[in-house]
């Protein structure tokens, strides 16, 4: 499930370039630079039905901020909120993922302490340069669980020495998007998948994107199979493991 207290962003990172934000409010002549606060969904995970019950159920995993950045500067002023709302529901799981992980310091709560239970934090490393630069800050922050999302995934990426800490509870990794989409090497993602294994780290393949290469041949996958097939290529892979 996803929660977009505030939408729209900048582009800060090679993975952004393709940016299905962008590409989405395009086909509606809206700008995605100006980041706006939710008329509707603000409080989504405080709505209720008319039953009385939590429009989000209780045990629901949702990622916020899935069409901006939950640590961009102009949600500065709104974040407290959004910090009391997830306080609210500890009986929901947050997943919040950033490309700005060097603001966490200046945008957690008073109370944060060793982190909210309910809140795993995760940063993307696209590619290795990106990964060096915040997977250590991941690695020095507090929080309850620690992802770090390959995605899109541009090139092979090398996390060994960050897994070898003991500190990252998953790697998922996914390629792009649409028809700009740069290829998503199936040898990258078996490549993580093996450091995974190494150090015992939690392993995901969440999408192929749409231009998937196997076994040296691309293939053009649909966007509504590109989960599927990612689930295939995780199957095939638990089999050459097996
Ligand atoms: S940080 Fe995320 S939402 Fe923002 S431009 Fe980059 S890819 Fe898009």
Redesign the pocket.
Do not use: A, L
């Given at each position: 499930m996803l929660w977009s207290p505030w939408h729209g962003?900048?582009?800060?990172?090679p993975?952004?370039l393709n940016?299905y934000?962008?590409y989405q409010d395009k086909r509606y002549e809206k700008d995605s630079s100006v980041v706006t606060r939710s008329k509707t969904n603000f409080n989504l995970p405080l709505k209720k039905d008319r039953a009385g019950n939590y429009k989000i159920a209780s045990g629901s995993e949702v990622a916020t901020c899935f069409?901006?950045?939950f640590f961009i500067e102009e949600a500065d002023a709104w974040r407290g909120e959004v910090w009391e709302i997830i306080k609210k529901r500890p009986d929901v799981k947050f997943l919040i993922c950033t490309?700005r992980i060097e603001r966490f310091e200046s945008c957690i709560p008073a109370d944060w302490g060793e982190g909210y239970d309910n809140v795993a934090i995760a940063v993307t490393g696209e590619c290795q340069i990106k990964a060096d630069e915040r997977v250590p800050i991941l690695l020095n922050i507090k929080a309850k669980k620690k992802f770090i999302f390959v995605s899109p995934i541009l090139e092979e990426v090398n996390l060994e020495k960050y897994l070898a800490s003991g500190k990252i509870d998953m790697v998922s990794v996914g390629g792009e998007s649409y028809s700009n989409a740069r290829p998503c090497n199936f040898d990258w993602v078996k490549d993580i998948k093996r450091q995974c294994d190494k150090y015992g780290v939690e392993f995901d393949f969440h999408q192929t994107g749409s231009n998937f290469i196997m076994n040296g041949k691309t293939y053009k996958i649909k966007h509504r199979d590109e989960y599927s097939q990612a689930k295939k290529g995780e199957k095939l892979l638990q089999n050459i493991q097996d």
């Open positions: 962003c900048h582009k800060c990172s993975g952004c940016c934000v962008f069409t901006s950045d490309k």
